[in-house]
């Protein structure tokens, strides 16, 4: 089993900018699918975005469009979600995760029940 460290998190002003990093204790990250996930007290765990392996396509959630950007480096073993123009509702602990191709050939939905492999989370408070 591999670990999933994410850095990054911290306090920011609204309209600020925070990058997040994932990076997995695994010999190639090749062959997983990568998500980002948020939990906000008293909310359900949604998914952010997430970033396929192989051909490296993206899913957003439609709160975060044209204001997030996945990107994967695979040589590196890390996964950055680079989130701009930050709100107070994108408060929350930030998780990423991983799903084995082998499993999950072709990743669907990006939501949590799809991934197996998860870290210990990054709070991100957005606040003045």
């Known amino acids: 089993q591999f670990q999933l460290v994410e850095s990054g998190g911290g306090l920011v002003q609204p309209g600020g900018s925070l990058r997040l990093s994932c990076e997995a204790t695994?010999?190639?990250?090749?062959?997983?699918?990568i998500g980002w996930f948020r939990q906000a007290p008293g909310k359900e765990r949604e998914g952010v975005s997430c970033i396929s392996s192989g051909d490296g396509s993206t899913q957003y959630a439609d709160s975060v469009k044209g204001r997030f950007t996945i990107s994967r480096d695979n040589v590196k073993k890390t996964v950055v979600l680079q989130m701009n123009d930050l709100k107070p509702e994108d408060t929350a602990v930030y998780y990423c995760?991983?799903?084995?191709?082998?499993?999950?050939?072709?990743?669907?939905?990006?939501?949590?029940?799809?991934?197996?492999?998860w870290g210990q989370g990054t709070q991100v408070t957005v606040s003045s």
């Open positions: 695994i010999s190639t990250l090749d062959f997983y699918h």
């Open positions: 995760a991983a799903e084995s191709s082998w499993r999950t050939p072709h990743l669907a939905t990006c939501t949590p029940p799809d991934f197996g492999a």
